[in-house]
């Protein structure tokens, strides 16, 4: 969806760096999610944040942390980056009651993260 | 949140119907039936959702059951462009919880 964006698109970096994942939305929607992706295992939810001041904790929040700087901003960082952080990110919003239904999810292009 | 069960992956050829079965036994008396659509390198899209009986649009129906423990996903006479990963989702009505995308079913159409 055009309207949810992520920089950067590629990124490849080293152990131990710290990595920010910026994500911004246009479609005005409070809810704002994290998603990484490996190969056969789907997606797994990292953060969620229903509004500016609503944080949460997903499936897999170990080795990661977020900031809700706006309502349209949601950024993911690594503090100190590892190799099985090597993933396909993908930042999404969601508009709890929009008229496509209940909460349905609009997903960014995706960042490819290699930490070497 | 109810747990989501779906084939890991399935083949079909071009033209044919495909029906993409999910179990959700615990789902809760509100809760809707949310599909999505996955391509290569791309984000998850909505396809459709549904509550009960059966939902049609554009791109595919959604079957469910009386009892609502699974529902199936139809999609008309695909095409290769329709290899993807469809993923089954339970969403509450309250919206109050986050929602988990699994694995989904990987399909492959062939020519």
């Known amino acids: 969806d055009a309207d949810v964006t992520q920089t950067p698109r590629n990124r490849i970096t080293k152990t131990g760096k710290r990595i920010m994942l910026e994500c911004s939305q246009t479609?005005?929607?409070?809810?704002m999610y994290w998603y990484r992706q490996d190969p056969g295992l789907g997606l797994r939810l990292i953060y969620y944040?229903?509004?500016?001041?609503?944080?949460n904790k997903g499936e897999i929040s170990d080795g990661y942390s977020v900031s809700r700087q706006a309502q349209a901003k949601f950024s993911l960082s690594l503090e100190s980056a590892i190799p099985n952080q090597t993933a396909l990110y993908f930042c999404?919003?969601?508009?709890?009651?929009?008229?496509?239904?209940?909460?349905?999810?609009?997903f960014g292009p995706g960042t490819r993260l290699t930490v070497l | 949140l109810a747990k989501t069960t779906q084939p890991i992956s399935m083949d079909s050829y071009e033209g044919q119907e495909v029906n993409i079965t999910c179990s959700h036994n615990?789902?809760?008396?509100?809760?809707?039936i949310t599909w999505y659509q996955q391509f290569p390198s791309q984000g998850p899209r909505f396809i459709i959702q549904?509550?009960?009986t059966k939902v049609t649009n554009e791109v595919a129906s959604l079957f469910i059951p009386a009892d609502r423990k699974s529902s199936t996903l139809s999609l008309p006479r695909v095409s290769l462009s329709d290899t993807a990963v469809y993923y089954c989702?339970?969403?509450?009505?309250?919206?109050?919880?986050?929602?988990?995308f699994g694995k989904g079913t990987r399909l492959h159409i062939l020519p």
């Open positions: 999404a919003t969601s508009d709890p009651y929009g008229l496509a239904g209940a909460d349905t999810q609009y």
């Open positions: 479609k005005g929607h409070d809810r």
């Open positions: 944040s229903f509004d500016v001041k609503d944080i």
């Open positions: 615990n789902i809760a008396t509100n809760d809707y």
């Open positions: 549904g509550y009960k």
């Open positions: 989702l339970v969403v509450s009505e309250n919206r109050d919880d986050k929602i988990i």
